[in-house]
């Protein structure tokens, strides 16, 4: 069974960067699929952020993507999000989940963590 | 990019009934590539339907989708207490992936 867990700090302050991470276990990273975030806020309803290939390529949102950088780091099983000079506007619930990059729906998310942007 | 509008809003119904969720796309989603998920409070998204009718893994024959091009429907034939929950579609045709602004289904 695949699962994903978001791990980060909780605060951060305007202008610096988002840091998360999401571990994932049951499955290696390494063996294919695409890795995603997502994230949910009560303004904006859920909106995908970008998403890593097992290989490292990315693929943004357009209105995310100058500030958006998704990585993979394969010996650890996991893969991360930054996303930098960030404002209130990026308080939200951020999740990971399984993609597949336009054959299938994300099937497997993690739980999710509340990151709130406030000094 | 593709928006996704979802009707109604709210959908307030009593247990044993049927309800019909729509999803209405700006432009056709190409392959009818148009998921359909479940979400309680404090929880995940959860896959009920992938490729506009396909029911994911374990999920109830209770629920279906229907639909192409820029109209989808998810209808749920006999509402379980476990249902009343937000449901939101989301579309995986043509990037950036884009999602519905979800239907609250309540308990009437």
Not at chain 1, 69 to 81: E, G, H
Not at chain 1, 92 to 106: E, T
Request: aromatic share 12%.
């Amino acid at each position: 069974q695949v699962q994903l867990q978001e791990s980060g700090p909780r605060l951060v302050k305007p202008s610096e960067t988002l840091s998360l991470t999401c571990s994932v276990s049951g499955y290696s990273i390494s063996s294919g699929y695409y890795w995603g975030w997502i994230r949910q806020s009560p303004g904006k309803g859920l909106e995908w952020i970008g998403t890593v290939s097992h290989s490292g390529s990315t693929f943004y949102s357009p209105s995310l993507k100058s500030r958006v950088t998704i990585s993979v780091d394969m010996s650890k099983n996991r893969f991360s999000l930054n996303l930098s000079s960030v404002t209130a506007a990026d308080t939200a619930v951020y999740y990971c989940a399984r993609d597949f990059f336009g054959s299938q729906p994300f099937d497997y998310w993690g739980q999710g963590t509340l990151v709130t942007v406030s000094s | 990019e593709i928006v996704l509008t979802q009707s109604p809003g709210t959908l307030s119904l009593s247990p044993g009934e049927r309800a019909t969720l729509s999803c209405r796309a700006s432009q056709t989603v190409r392959n009818n590539y148009l998921a359909w998920y479940q979400q309680k409070p404090g929880q995940a998204p959860r896959l009920l339907i992938s490729g506009a009718s396909s029911r994911a893994t374990g999920i109830p024959d209770r629920f279906s989708g229907s639909g192409s091009g820029t109209d989808f429907t998810l209808t749920i034939s006999r509402l379980e207490p476990e249902d009343f929950a937000v449901y939101y579609c989301q579309q995986y045709a043509t990037s950036p992936w884009t999602f519905g602004q979800g239907t609250k289904v309540e308990i009437k």
